[in-house]
C-alpha cells in the first residue's frame, strides 16, 4: 500500500502535553507525528484560551495559554516532529507485527510502533444547536462546515450564528445561492466589523436577509429540509424558506472515536497505570487530560511528568534489548547534541 | 458567607454558602451541582456554566458583559435572564441568590 506515513510514535492530540511528549520521546531518539482536530497546535490553550495567564507552570510564575504553546514548539523543534491538522482519528487496529494502524476520518493511514493518546477533554467537534429534530438532516442538508461552495448552489441557505464563520459563510455563499438568510439571537456580532458591514450593505440591496431571532424549527422529508421556524425577533415567528442550513454555534469537547477503541474507560477518562501511563492495551498510552488515575489531577504539569515516564516505557517497546541510559540535558553530551546546543 | 440556592433541571435544590468573591460557577462545582460542566474552568471560553437567574434577582446581579453575551450566542436556549456562572462574583449584595440549571449546556 502507498501513502502510508510511518512513525515511530503516533501522538493523538498537539495540545501541550502531546506536544511536550515530543520532546521527552525525542530524548530517547522516537520520531513522532502529530494528528489533531483543529488547524494548529495548542489545543485547549491555543482555541480556547490563549490569551489567559497560567500560574503553575514550574519556572513561570505567569505564562499567557499561547506563550507556553509557543514555548513548547520551540523546545520541541530540534525534534522535528511532523504535524497533520484538521483530522480526527477514526479507527485503530493492531498489526501482526504488535505496531498500530490508524486510519483518520479523512483516510490517511498512518502506522506507528506506539500511539500515545494526548487528547484532553477530547476533540473538538461542533455544536449542535438547540433544534428539536435538526440530527435527522446532518450531513443531508445540515451542515457544520463548508467543504465544498458548490455544494451550496441553488439552494435557500439559512446560516445561523453571529461569529466569522457565520458572516464569512453568508458573505462567500451569497452570490452561489438562491437565497441567503442570517439569523442571529441578537444584533450586536462578534465577526469582524467589516464583514458585519457588508453584510449590513448587502441587506440594503436585498441581496440577503438578516434575521434577529433563534431557529426553532425545521420542516422537510428524508433528510430534505423545506423551511425553517425562526422565533423571537420583531416580527414574531417567520417561517423562511430552507433547503440547506449552516449552523455555527462554536465547538464543543468530545472522547470520539477513540472511545471505541476498546480502552479500559473510567467515566469517560482512559484508565491508565501510573508507572508508564498504558492503556489496557499494551503499546497505547494516554497522558495528560484525558487519562484517569487514583489520584489524577487535570493539570499541565500532571501531564508533563506523565510524558517522562511513558517516554521511557515506549522507548522499550520501539527499541526492544536496548540499554536505556539515564541522563541529564545538564551534563549530557549526547542529549545536547540531539538539542542541537552542543559544541 | 452568603447562600446562594441552584435549582436542578430536575427541581432539586441546592442551598450553599459562598465565600464573597468566588465565581457562582465555583460554587457550583464545589457543591456537585448536576448540569454545570465548566469545561474551561472558568476562562469564559465555553458557555457550558450557563444558568437562568431567577427573575427576582436580574437586577442585582446586572447584564452580562460583550465578551460573556458573545459566548453566550454557544448556550443552549438562552434567555434574557441567562448569564455564564463563571462571570458572577458573590458579593453581599447577592445573599439569597437563586440561579436554575438549563437542561443541558450546549
Redesign the interface.
Known sequence: MTGIISTDVLIVGAGPVGLFAVFELGLLDLKCHLIDILDKPGGQCAELYPEKPIYDIPGWPSISAQGLVDKLLEQIAPFKPEFTYNRMVSSLERLEDGGFRVVTDENEVFEAKVVVIAAGGGSFQPKRPPIPGIEAYEGKSVFYSVRRMEDFRGHDLVIVGGGDSALDWTLNLQPVAKSVTLVHRRPEFRAAPDSVNKMYAMQEMKELEFRVGQVTELKGADGQLSSATIKGGPDGDIEVPCTRMLPFFGLTMKLGPVAEWGLNLHENLIAVDTEKFQTSAPGIFAVGDINWYPGKLKLILSGFHEVALMAQAAKRIVSPGERIVFQYTTSSTSLQKKLGVSE | MTKLTFIAHDGTHFDVDAENGSTVMENAIRNAVPGIEA??GG?C????CHVYVDEAWTAEVGEPE?ME??ML??A???QPNSRLSCQIKVRDALDGLVVRVPERQ?
Open positions: 469545561e474551561c476562562a471560553a465555553c458557555a457550558t460583550a453575551e458573545d450566542d454557544f443552549y436556549d438562552v450546549g
